[in-house]
């Protein structure tokens, strides 16, 4: 399983972002992926995990209403849209996934040195 994250970038607050997560080599009990940040000295978080159904997901709490992941089956890629980027969003960005974990479980348990994790992008939001 492979997992490949883009499209991090400087942006200014209040602006937008869409990163991508392409994805190879799910086989069966590979259907949920979850998005995680990580800041220096603080443990990597999920903040966004959908199942394999796009009516399936999760948000944590402090980007509700901002964020929205998505996937394209069809393309084996999972998006995440960042809307109304804050200062304290900015992060490395990872995607991951791991068989046999609901969409929930991925972003609530997934420990960085389980599953399959993308390399990270970075999103800086900054004046």
């Known amino acids: 399983v492979q997992l490949q994250a883009s499209g991090g970038g400087l942006v200014q607050p209040g602006g937008s972002l869409r990163l991508s997560c392409v994805y190879s080599g799910f086989t069966i009990g590979y259907t949920a992926v979850g998005w995680f940040r990580q800041t220096p000295g603080n443990e990597r978080e999920g903040v966004a995990c959908i199942g394999e159904s796009s009516d399936d997901t999760y948000y944590e709490d402090s980007v509700k209403g901002r964020f929205t992941v998505s996937r394209d089956n069809a393309k084996n890629t999972v998006y995440l849209q960042i809307n109304s980027l804050r200062p304290e969003d900015t992060a490395v960005y990872y995607c991951?996934?791991?068989?046999?974990?609901?969409?929930?479980?991925?972003?609530?348990?997934?420990?960085?040195?389980?599953?399959?994790w993308g390399q990270g992008t970075l999103v800086t939001v900054s004046s």
């Open positions: 991951a996934t791991a068989s046999g974990y609901g969409y929930g479980a991925i972003c609530l348990t997934l420990e960085p040195d389980s599953g399959s």
